[in-house]
């Protein structure tokens, strides 16, 4: 028997309690194609235009390459970075189009885009009122871009002298990931550029505080998760998390006891943590180290994330296309299948 298709079973199977509980006698009807699943982000191989987004629906069958399908065959461009979301909108960051292709998040079908004063976007957040978007220099100027959220013009851009990578909304405020990866000249090993995140804002647009994290390691990763922001930050010793608080900015310092975790991820509560062979998980709120964890097998991971207790692997190599893998928090494999070119990030829809 198809091993694909008995993951497929598995995988429609495990949805059966979420199901259940909708009411049958109320039908909602979907508001597109592309409504209750997980968007899978394919960046591309570099020069080449092939970035896609794909789609998982809830019974575990994936479309690829749904933006073409929806426009005429367009492609999205050179380097898909990362996808936000406002409201039914989302937002297509790519990165060496230069450009962010703002699409309906449930049809695809595009709306528009947004090339004004872009350069090399990566990532990007929202207030209430405005787009703010990153552009990373690598070891040199970086840049946020913030746009008016309604009509997109370009309001103005924030100078950061050495990074601007993940960005995230958390009590109204703008955090801004100012720091992370470099690569020393003489050795090529990894090191950290510095160890701050940076706050701007909302209402003024501009820096008002900037946090110093207390440990020397790289940092890897940023989300936000009821109303604070957690930082990842490792090296081959030790790995912390950082509670930043959303309005005040005051933080918490966790340490985690295992080396180089690399991804955050949260769901239903809990903080996700990926190593290269693991995912721990604690409570957000949580100041003990995680004490459990599944052993996860895919090879050359390079997208994660956790979605409604489903743990998402990407395996890219950039040579074919990527392999996806998705688990239960027991670390058991229930869907494998194939996506686009370089597949990096999973979103629920």
């Known amino acids: 028997m198809n091993t694909n298709k008995i993951l497929r079973w598995v995988f429609a199977a495990s949805l059966a309690v979420t199901v259940s509980c909708s009411d049958d006698n109320d039908p909602i009807a979907p508001k597109g194609a592309y409504e209750n699943g997980i968007l899978v982000v394919n960046e591309g191989n570099f020069t080449k235009g092939n970035?896609?987004?794909s789609f998982i629906d809830n019974g575990g069958k994936i479309s690829n390459d749904i933006y073409s399908a929806e426009n005429n065959g367009?492609?999205?461009g050179d380097i898909l970075q990362s996808i936000s979301f406002s409201d039914d909108d989302a937002y297509l960051v790519v990165n060496n189009s230069n450009k962010i292709n703002v699409v309906n998040r449930y049809t695809f079908k595009k709306k528009a885009e947004i090339i004004n004063e872009m350069k090399q976007p990566r990532y990007a957040a929202f207030s209430s009122k405005n787009l703010y978007v990153t552009s990373n220099g690598y070891n040199s100027t970086s840049f946020v871009y913030i746009y008016n959220k309604n009509n997109h013009a370009f309001l103005k851009k924030i100078e950061f002298p050495r990074y601007a990578e993940k960005i995230a909304e958390a009590g109204g405020n703008i955090f801004v990931q100012t720091d992370g990866i470099a690569y020393s000249p003489t050795t090529w090993q990894p090191v950290a550029t510095g160890h701050t995140i940076s706050r701007i804002n909302a209402n003024s647009n501009a820096v008002d505080k900037t946090i110093e994290l207390t440990d020397t390691?790289?940092?890897?990763?940023?989300?936000?998760?009821?109303g604070a922001v957690y930082v990842l930050s490792s090296d081959s010793a030790e790995s912390f998390v950082y509670r930043i608080n959303g309005q005040s900015a005051a933080f918490e310092k966790i340490s985690l006891g295992f080396p180089s975790a690399q991804d955050l991820a949260a769901d239903d509560g809990k903080l996700y943590i990926r190593t290269?062979?693991?995912?721990?998980n604690m409570p957000l709120q949580s100041n003990t180290a995680p004490s459990s964890s599944v052993k996860i097998p895919a090879q050359s991971v390079y997208g994660f994330n956790v979605i409604d207790g489903k743990i998402y692997i990407a395996s890219s190599t950039f040579t074919e296309n990527s392999t996806v893998y998705v688990y239960d928090l027991a670390g058991k494999e229930i869907l494998q299948t194939k996506a686009g070119m370089g597949a990096n990030g999973f979103y629920k829809n």
């Open 217 to 226: 390691g790289i940092i890897r990763d940023m989300i936000s998760a009821s």
């Open 276 to 280: 290269n062979e693991k995912v721990y």
């Open 51 to 53: 970035a896609s987004v």
């Open 74 to 76: 367009e492609k999205i």
